[in-house]
C-alpha cells in the first residue's frame, strides 16, 4: 500500500500535478527571452507541442512558456499548461498597442479588466459585441473579466519602484485599465479611437481575453501586463518592429520585480 502510493506521489509529481508553480507566459520569443535568460538553469519539458521551461526566478518556482500569438493559440497554450502543471498563478507579459490618447510607445498598462472585442453580432446595423458566456453556465454571462486585485496592487507597486529603458528618449508610464483582446493586429487611427471610446481599453492585444477567461473558469488568479510597442495607428506596424524588443524586456522587468514580491 504504502509503495503504490509513493509510486503514486512519484507520477504526479513527475507530471507536474501537485509541484505548485507560478506560470509565466508570452505570445513571443522576444517576451519571455529575457525571463529565460534570467533563469539561468532550467528543465525543457514538451507537453501538446509545447516547449515548458521549469526553473526558479528570484527565488521561486516557475513554468515559462510561449503561448503563440492569438486567442486561439493562447487558448490552447493555457489549457495545456493547466492541465500539466496545475500552476497558483499566471502572470502574462508582453507587448500591446497602446490607445489612450496621451500613449506613447512604451507606456506599460496593468491589465484590470478584459474585453474581448471581436465576439458579438452582425445585423442590418453592423456589428455589436457581446458578452460571452461562462461555459459551464448559461446564465452568466459578462463583458469585461477582472484580473486578480492583488496581483494587479502588487504590479503597481512594483512599476512604481522601477527603473524602465528609456524608449525614445522618455521614461515609460505606467497605466492600469482596460485591455482590449481580439484576433486582429491593429493598425489603424479608427480602429484605436473606437476601441478607446467603447470601451475606455488603454491597451489592444491577442491574448488576454482569453487567458483570462479560462484563469476565471478554474480559478486561477491572473494578471495581464502589456508594454506598448505602438499606439495601435496607421504607424503601428512600423513602431512594433522598432520598439518590441525595449517595450519586452520592461515588461518582463515587472514580472521580475512581482516574483521577488512573492512570499
Wanted: aromatic fraction near 8%; glycine fraction near 10%.
Amino acid at each position: 500500500m504504502k509503495k503504490s502510493i509513493l509510486i503514486l506521489l512519484t507520477l504526479l509529481i513527475m507530471h507536474g500535478s501537485i509541484a505548485q508553480r507560478i506560470a509565466v507566459m508570452g505570445a513571443l520569443d522576444e517576451e519571455i527571452a529575457i525571463l529565460k535568460e534570467e533563469m539561468g538553469k532550467y528543465k525543457t519539458q514538451e507537453r501538446g507541442g509545447i516547449d515548458f521551461y521549469l526553473g526558479k526566478l528570484k527565488g521561486k518556482k516557475i513554468v515559462l512558456l510561449k503561448a503563440g500569438v492569438g486567442k486561439v493559440n493562447s487558448s490552447y497554450s493555457t489549457a495545456v499548461l493547466m492541465e500539466n502543471y496545475h500552476p497558483e498563478a499566471l502572470i502574462f507579459t508582453g507587448v500591446a498597442g497602446g490607445l489612450a490618447p496621451d500613449a506613447l510607445p512604451g507606456d506599460l498598462v496593468i491589465g484590470e479588466k478584459l474585453v474581448q472585442y471581436d465576439y458579438g453580432q452582425v445585423d442590418s446595423l453592423g456589428f455589436h459585441v457581446s458578452p460571452f458566456r461562462h461555459p459551464f453556465d448559461a446564465q452568466g454571462e459578462e463583458l469585461f473579466i477582472s484580473g486578480d486585485s492583488a496581483l494587479i496592487s502588487t504590479s503597481l507597486e512594483v512599476a512604481k519602484a522601477q527603473t524602465f529603458l528609456p524608449i525614445s528618449g522618455r521614461e515609460p508610464r505606467v497605466f492600469s485599465g482596460v485591455i482590449a483582446t481580439g484576433d486582429l493586429f491593429v493598425s489603424s487611427d479608427e480602429k484605436a479611437k473606437w476601441l478607446y471610446e467603447e470601451f475606455g481599453a488603454l491597451a489592444t492585444e491577442m491574448e488576454g481575453a482569453a487567458i483570462g477567461h479560462i484563469c476565471r473558469t478554474l480559478g486561477v488568479p491572473f494578471v495581464i501586463i502589456r508594454s506598448c510597442s505602438d499606439n495601435a495607428n496607421n504607424h503601428a506596424r512600423v513602431n512594433f518592429n522598432q520598439f518590441v524588443g525595449p517595450a519586452s524586456v520592461n515588461s518582463a522587468k515587472i514580472v521580475l520585480g512581482i516574483l521577488e514580491s512573492m512570499q
